[in-house]
């Protein structure tokens, strides 16, 4: 299948994602769609030291310091993998997790959503690739 919708989560839209680490093993994680966040995402740092390939650079925001990872990702349900860095920032993690009605364990971000196609209407936000 190479194209998928989820509903609204309240006003949120969020995406299911698979982190694979480097065995080939799938966690799955409820991510944000952040596209006011300039980058590809944000991960908790448990999830950064079990699940990732290799670290990346560090940079400093307006929201704290975000340190990079090298993930292997996909989204099974369209038929979509890739490799891409996300990043720990605890500031944002912590605001993420924090929104009601989520139950949010992350997020993605615009350099994300640019690798795919994605489109929503009043019901549903939907990827394709």
């Known amino acids: 299948m190479s194209h998928a ?8 839209i969020e995406v299911r994602v698979d982190l694979i680490d480097a065995s080939g093993n799938a966690t799955s994680r409820t991510m944000l769609v952040d596209t006011g966040f300039e980058d590809e995402g944000i991960v908790d740092q448990s999830d950064a030291s079990a699940l990732s390939i290799y670290r990346a650079g560090v940079y400093n925001t307006g929201f704290g310091r975000c340190v990079g990872y090298w993930f292997n990702i996909s989204i ?6 890739s490799s891409m860095k996300l990043y720990v920032n605890p500031n944002v993690l912590m605001r993420v997790k924090s929104i009601p009605g989520g ?3 992350g ?13 929503g209407d009043a019901h549903n936000f939907s990827l394709s690739i």
């Open 76 to 81: 099974p349900q369209i038929g979509y993998q």
């Open 5 to 12: 919708s989820w509903p609204y989560s309240g006003d949120r």
């Open 107 to 119: 997020l993605v971000g615009v350099k994300f959503l640019r690798t795919l196609k994605y489109a």
């Open 103 to 105: 139950n949010f364990q």
